[in-house]
């Protein structure tokens, strides 16, 4: 594992994710979890992010923005209770640092107005892998879908899945991450993604769901 600093090269992959202040929640309902993901599309752009533009424009659909050139390009995201993942590539020099550094001040702006706190919100700076190998890139795409298991099993890696049908259909249901696109769901939230910009692992839902259950079914391979 590299923790920043590292460089970001553009053609590279990379795995990024922070979590709160001592572990605590940075999600606490569906409106927090709906702002990031918002902030995931409007903030990768060239332009400058404003907060006054989201409350300005709070009743016109944030996915129909103009937001000129993206400055990143994103592969998968999870978001959980305390942390977040994303799978990111640069589309321009300096892109991730950038678009890291504008989603995370207007999440932390969002969250200190309506909770009427101030200071940090996470544990620092964000933390970064670099996907150096094909196979390392290939599993990061599960492990950051998976996530969400452990609200429903925190010790499933450990004992194995109890149930792989019921664990299977909370992750359908999981609206706070990308799964719902590669499972095929068509929904505004896909926008976030640029798929193209990754290797094609799941060129059709039925790969995708294989390669999850593969990954339920074969807990050993996690490390």
């Not at 553009?10 to 202040?21: F, I, V």
């Not at 309506?114 to 390392?136: A, V």
Request: charged residues 25%; contains cysteine; proline residues 3%.
């Amino acid at each position: 594992m590299s923790l920043r600093p590292i460089p970001f090269i553009a053609g590279e992959y990379y795995h990024l994710y922070n979590r709160g202040n001592s572990k605590q929640k940075i999600f606490h309902n569906q409106n927090d979890y709906k702002r990031f993901i918002i902030l995931l599309y409007t903030c990768n752009s060239e332009n400058n992010f404003r907060m006054s533009l989201v409350k300005d424009r709070a009743d016109k659909d944030p996915y129909l923005w103009e937001r000129g050139k993206q400055i990143v390009a994103i592969g998968a995201y999870c978001l959980m209770p305390n942390h977040f993942h994303i799978l990111i590539t640069e589309k321009q020099e300096g892109g991730i640092s950038k678009f890291m550094q504008k989603l995370t001040t207007a999440y932390v702006m969002y969250y200190n107005g309506i909770s009427e706190r101030t200071g940090s919100l996470f544990e620092g700076k964000f933390k970064s892998e670099h996907l150096d190998t094909d196979q390392y890139l290939k599993y990061i795409f599960s492990y950051i879908h998976l996530n969400p298991i452990k609200l429903i099993q925190k010790d499933w890696k450990e004992v194995g899945i109890k149930n792989k049908k019921s664990a299977l259909e909370y992750l359908n249901d999981y609206e706070y991450s990308s799964y719902q696109d590669f499972s095929g769901l068509q929904r505004k939230a896909s926008l976030i993604l640029e798929r193209k910009a990754f290797p094609n692992y799941f060129p059709s839902t039925k790969n995708f769901e294989r390669e999850i259950l593969d990954w339920l079914e074969y807990r050993d391979r996690f490390d």
